[in-house]
């Protein structure tokens, strides 16, 4: 008998800024992942990144409630969910899951048993965000966020003191900073270091969280901002391997276990056989 080979699950999880994906066994082993910036063109990165997963053995397809409808997927889950189903699935114990993006940042809290305590975000204003460091990363003429994070986490001098709750005064200071000779590196320290204050003294000024907070979102792969979080908190902040991937990975294992209680009540839904997974790539953004 055959054995078969349409059994893993798509999570898909698109932000402002960047598209994750990962494809998940039925052993719930992350298998491959995905993990880029979209630059406004949604349809057509989703489109080119899935050409290199074979679709032929996906059978589920899940998603976050903040990707667009341009796909065809079996089931959307809230963002925070999924973020704290794909935590759970590598911590055993999480007392606070810190996320940062491209626009918005948020942390959530638990208490002593692991139960949800409640959930404490920024404004709608992107300062101090993953967007924020991209602009300023362009106006540093650097080649994207990735380059400004390595510069600033192999920073070995001091930093400047920069603004990073607003753009305009941001722009001033970095401007000044230049101009009283700071290395390029510890400019970009500076800005991580902004960043990250911006993010404690809104989210974790006077607050008290049970170990370990885990930094998730896309920003968690900076390691400077991770860095300086530690260092003005004085608490152990992890950020794993597959930290910015939480959202994606957490979809997908939430859509696995609803397909096993779907099979456990002698339903027998389908979703990647007969080319339908393939047919998802052919109809992005129709």
Known sequence: MAQKTDTHILGIDIGSVSISI???SPLKEVVQTAYEFHHGDITGNLRKILTHFDLSRICGIAATSSTPSIIKTDRHYDN???????????????????????????????????????????????????????????????????????????NKGVIPKIATRCAVFAKTDLVHAQQEGYALEEICDGLCHGLAKNIVDTLMKGETFNPPVLFTGGVSRNRAVARHIQSITGMNIIADEMSWLYGAIGAGLNLMEEMALWRYRGRSESYGRNGQARFVIDTIGR
């Open 22 to 24: 990962v494809e998940i």
């Open 80 to 154: 925070r969910i999924a973020m704290i189903s794909g935590a759970r699935h590598f911590h055993e114990k999480i007392g606070a899951l810190l996320i940062v993006g491209g626009e918005r940042f948020g942390l959530i809290s638990f208490d002593d048993d692991g139960n949800y305590l409640n959930f404490k975000s920024n404004t709608l204003c992107a300062a101090g965000t993953g967007s924020f460091l991209d602009q300023q990363a362009k106006r540093l003429n650097l080649s994207g966020i990735e380059e400004l994070s390595e510069l600033a986490f192999n």
